[in-house]
């Protein structure tokens, strides 16, 4: 056998499927017949969940999967990431309790020196999975009973949409701004602030989808540690006509923890990801706008932008006095020549429509206040960048 057949046959032996679907025998099975390919029998709703050293975690995860109140069929679908730790063993340990309370169980995983991310294991736990819709859970968060039963009837109203719910993070107090931004938008600004530095409006632990909608999606980027997996997802369901609605009772404990997947992102990745696609389904539809910030996050939304855009900037707008008295800003890294000078204005003087690059919830209400006394629209006259 050759070096690659033999590495080959390493991966192949390394993902283990503890527990493969259950299928139904078909009449060409019975019957002898030529087509042996078996059909996997259906379920309601196939909880999907990724693990990776999540063994302190699990017990109370699996315990809230246990006493869901939801009626239909259920399935658990678990792929472990090359953990170190008894992750897949605790779970293995809950499959007796889980099965006699109606839900089936299906664990498998690899176990390569490194994890290959959380795109790849969640592909992997629902392609072996045969729910028709998808609940999205990780292993270090808790759903409330009634998450399964309420995501469901609102992913069978909107089968080509990403349902979230509201959430309660823990440790209390943690990540307020943001847990605070994920429970009070509204079902319009779910849409219209996609472009924000918060990520996806629907957030990924409270995703609940039908499978259909996943398979014309998706699959997630498999690029590993350190790629949004879940902002490309959701950004990619957007451009497919995908909907968005959250179901507004708390319904996940949220945790937070410097271990969590997320912080291995970078800030600039994901800057770039929203640049471009702010740029894609907005700016592309403008002739000219306004950067609502002179300052160092408005001037760094300039400078991302693209040469076509960049000319569609009539000015930048502020409130700090000093920087409208500069009267203009200099883009010294042009390569034209002259440079180009955007004006700075005061708010009161631009006009619309605006990318508003101040941070939401951090002004004391002052930019909200300012937007309002301008009677300005958010999805048409403005959106929130920053």
Sequence with gaps: MSNSEDRGQQVRESEVDMNPPK????????????????????????????????????????????????????????????????????????????????????????????????????????????????????????????????????????????????????????????????????????????????????????????????????????????????????????????GLCRVDQCLLIYRYHEKAATHSVTEETIWKLRVDFLQERVLSQWESFTIWNAGKQGRKLYRSLSPANQKKVKAFCDVDENKIQKGFYTYEESKERPKPKIPVLHYKNASAPFIICVKLDMTGGDLEENLNSLQLKEGIDYYHFN
């Design 23 to 242: 299928r139904l025998r078909t009449t060409e099975t019975l019957t002898g017949g030529k087509d042996q390919e078996e059909e996997k029998s259906t379920v309601d709703v196939s909880i999907v969940m990724p693990v990776y050293n999540a063994s302190c975690w699990l017990d109370d995860c699996l315990q809230a999967i246990l006493v869901q109140d939801f009626t239909g069929s259920m399935e658990l679908s678990v792929f472990d990431d090359a953990s170190t730790d008894d992750s897949k063993k605790v779970v293995e340990g809950w499959r007796e309790r889980l099965e006699a309370k109606g839900i089936s169980v299906v664990i498998s995983g690899h176990n390569s020196e490194q994890p290959k991310g959380v795109g790849y294991a969640k592909n992997k736990a629902i392609c072996q999975s045969r729910g028709q819709y998808l609940c999205f859970q990780d292993a270090d968060d808790i759903m409330l009973p009634q998450r399964i039963r309420l995501q469901y009837d609102a992913s069978v109203l909107h089968k080509n949409s990403l349902i979230g719910c509201r959430v309660q993070r823990v440790p209390e107090g943690s990540t307020e701004r943001y847990t605070r931004w994920i429970n009070t938008l509204s079902q319009d600004q779910l849409i219209t602030q996609v472009y924000t530095s918060h990520g996806p409006s629907v957030v990924m632990p409270t995703w609940f989808c039908s499978r259909e909608w996943y398979q014309k999606v998706g699959p997630f980027d498999e690029g590993g540690k350190g790629v949004p997996e879940d902002l490309l997802f959701f950004y990619q369901s957007l451009r497919h006509g995908g």
